[in-house]
Structure formats: C-alpha cells, structure tokens
C-alpha cells in the first residue's frame, strides 16, 4: 500500500518537479536572456517588505492592495507583506542603495516567486513566478521600445508566436488631471453602486477596468485618455511606436487599455495570448514617471514589465509547443561491480570538472535496470565499466541515439565525450 503524505502544497501554490521543473527554468531562465544582452545587471528582491511601500506604491486603490496581498504583524507588530509585484521593491533598493546616484538609467532584471491572495485557476496562482525587468531614470522613448522589444524577444525564443501586443498611452502629468476631471464627470453621471462610486473618485480609470458587463455596457462610451494626450505625452507615444515599427516588433494600439497598479503613466502595454481563455494576459508594463517621488526619492522616471512564467508555460502548451529543456544530465555511467563502481564515481567527477552533467546508476542494480535508467536520463552517452574493461583500462562508451557503442581508453574519457559532445 502507498503511503501517502498528511500534508499538501497550499492552495493556489504551485510545485515545480522534474521533469517538468526543466521546462519551468528554461522559461524563466529564457524569458531574462534577451535582458541580460541588453546590459540589465541582476537584482535579488526581499520576500517581504514594509506593507506601507506597496499601499503607496501599488495604488490605495487597487484590487491588490485593497483585496489580494498577504499581510500581517512580524514579531515586532510591524505590517509587512509578503512582495505582490517586483517594481515598488525595486525602487525602494534604487533609492536605499544610491543606485539612483550612478550612471543613468539603471537597468535591473530579477526573477521569483509574488503573491497575491487570488480564486486558483489555470495560470492564476497565489504564489505566482515572474520575469521582470526595469530601467530607471531616462526618459527616452528609445527605451520604453527597449524595454517592450527585449519581452517580445524573450517570447519568440522560446518559440512563442500566438501572442499580441497591445500598446497605450496613459498620458502625464500635463494632461492626467484634465481628463481624470472628465472622467470623473462622466462616470458620476452614471447608476453605480457604491462601491464603484468610491473607485471612481479615488482613481477613475480603474472604473473602466471593471470586468462586469453591465459596468462595461455603461462605460462603452467614456472618454478615452489616448484621445485627451497633450501635445508631449503624444509625441512621446508616437516616437515610441515608431521605434517598435522601426524594431519589426509588431503591435496593436488598444485606447482602453487600463493596468492593474496604478503607478504607470504614458506608455502602457501588455502581451496578450487568446489561446489561455480568461487569463490572456501573459505579461505587461509600462512607464511609471512619479514613482520614485512617491517613495521619497528623486523626481526619476522608469518603465519596466512584469512577465508570467507559468502564463508563458501554458501558452507554449496551447501552441503545441515546449520549451527546450535540456536532458539532466549528458553522460550516464553504468558500473558492473563495486570496483568499476568506485572507477566511475572518479570519471563522473572528472567530467562534471570539464562542465559535463554527469549522473550514474547508483544501489547496485543489475544491467538491464540500469540501462533503462540511462535511457530515461535522456543522457546523449552511456558509459559502460566492467571487471574486464577495467583490467584493460577501458570504458565502454554508447551513443544513445544511433545504439553505436565503442571502447575507449579511460584516461582519454574526458577528452572524446568533450568532442563528442561538441560535434
């Protein structure tokens, strides 16, 4: 009978186990490549930070701060919260290290684990993993395409094609007030609820966001903040576009457009892949001009995106496609005898010092279970050692896919799979 463990993961917190684990790094690791290229130095994020950097941060309005982050009293009875989204922890380590200081923009990467107390769905967890990337203080339309191009290109290379971008504008300061009084005297003008009534006066353009049809149906006519852009703030996105185009990095302008945080400003995007049904989005992002302000630092602009590595997994899956994970390990050793045993574990560690994955077949078993496990490996060689091969100081070396097999000195192992390998 199996036994069975008493306790389970979380709801909403998802496992990573091989073999599908491989294809969880090669996203994520996948998904940054394109960042690195482009000069984006690592940063390693808190778990947890002060609750007040996210309520100021992220918006007092919005539904994460209002209703999914994980807060609670440390020992200290300090309200920290466990990190919703990446860009805030950014900024606060910009301002607290002086990086802000230093040569201009700053360009970050990080990867990891944000949670947000959500229903559990596919591809909507509560303890999500991200891919995300920020540079802080130039403002450049140059960059903003940077920033949109390295994400697209990080999608094509793992083979994704599905997707679409869709860009906006959210508008300045020059003309954010003007059309939030506008929109304001529209919605106001309307039959909402209370609660609705409340979001309209804190921030107006969360409104449009609302994903109930009668919300939607009675705001299909609001202004639209691309239509009410000054004249900077749509020279701006039009310098933006033509950049993308000038990139061969293919978009389409979507006016009502509303992020989930309320910290970005001018230019707004998000990747979307119709073949996840409701959770289409699988990353976004966009300028956050006063952010930094808002924190206590300088008057710094930004513009950096967030991207969904387990979104990016099942769009992948919906096409039909698969990351390219590499096998665990390049060479498996198969030992016939507690002498060759002690042989191979010296060649295993030779070859994993030359940079080859390396995994034997440990507890004895006999030949053919251990042959089974080689092939399961997903190894490109096995090497084979026996009594008689060691007397005459040989390995047995096979090549999984053709069922070649040829002995060849030991002291020369390294050597051959090294070019073997390399061929």
């Known amino acids: 009978m199996t036994k069975t463990s008493s306790f389970s993961a979380p709801k909403g917190v998802p ?15 996948g998904l940054l490549r394109a960042a690195r290229l482009a ?10 930070e002060d609750t007040g950097l996210f309520a100021r941060g992220v918006g007092e309005s919005t539904d994460v701060v209002t209703k999914e982050m994980y807060t609670f009293p440390d020992r200290g009875d300090r309200s920290v919260t466990l990190r919703p989204e990446g860009t805030a922890g950014v900024m606060r380590a910009v301002i607290e290290h002086g990086l802000d200081r230093g040569q201009l923009p700053v360009k970050l990467c990080y990867a990891g684990p944000f949670f947000r107390y959500e229903r559990p769905q596919a591809g909507r967890y509560r303890q999500l993993q991200q891919v995300g990337i920020e540079a802080i203080g130039v403002d450049d339309p140059a960059l903003d395409a940077e920033v949109i191009a390295i994400a697209d290109a990080g999608f094509r290379g793992l083979g994704l094609d599905g997707f679409r971008l869709e860009v906006t504008s959210l508008g300045d300061e020059t003309c954010r007030p003007q059309y939030r009084e506008l929109l304001q005297e529209f919605l106001f003008g309307l039959p909402l ?8 006066q804190l921030n107006p353009l969360r409104v449009l966001d609302d994903k109930r049809p009668e919300v939607r149906a009675i705001t299909a006519d609001a202004p ?7 004249e900077s703030a749509k020279a701006h996105f039009e310098q933006v576009l033509g950049h993308l185009e000038a990139l061969g990095v293919p978009y389409v302008v979507n006016p009502r457009m509303v992020r989930g945080l309320d910290y970005y ?12 049904g409701a959770q289409s989005g699988i990353g976004g992002g966009g300028r956050y001009d006063g952010l930094m302000a808002e924190l206590g630092g300088q008057p ?6 967030g991207l969904g590595v387990d979104r990016t997994m099942l769009a992948l899956a919906a096409e039909g496609r698969s990351a390219d994970s590499p096998a665990r390990c390049e060479v498996f050793g198969v030992p016939l005898g507690d002498a060759a045993k002690q042989r191979l574990v010296v060649v295993a560690a030779q070859l994993r010092a030359a940079g080859i994955r390396v995994d034997l077949a440990y507890g004895g078993r006999g030949v053919k279970g251990a042959m089974k496990a080689a092939d399961r490996s997903g190894a490109r060689f096995t090497l084979v050692l026996g009594d008689r091969d ?5 390995v047995g070396l096979k090549d999984m896919a053709t069922g070649d097999q040829r002995q060849i000195p030991l002291p ?3 050597g051959v799979i090294r070019e073997s390998l390399s061929g």
Do not use: C, Q, W
């Open 39 to 48: 000069g984006y130095g690592h940063i390693e994020l808190p778990v947890f």
């Open 390 to 394: 060691l007397a005459e100081n040989t």
């Open 193 to 200: 609820d209370e609660e609705t009534k409340r979001r309209a």
């Open 412 to 414: 020369e192992v390294v």
């Open 224 to 230: 639209l903040m691309i239509d009410h852009l000054s």
């Open 265 to 276: 400003t001018k230019t707004t995007f998000e990747f979307v892949h119709d073949g996840l």
């Open 300 to 305: 710094l602009s930004g513009i950096g995106f």
């Open 15 to 29: 496992d990573y186990v091989p073999p599908g684990s491989a294809e969880f790094v090669a996203v994520r690791d």
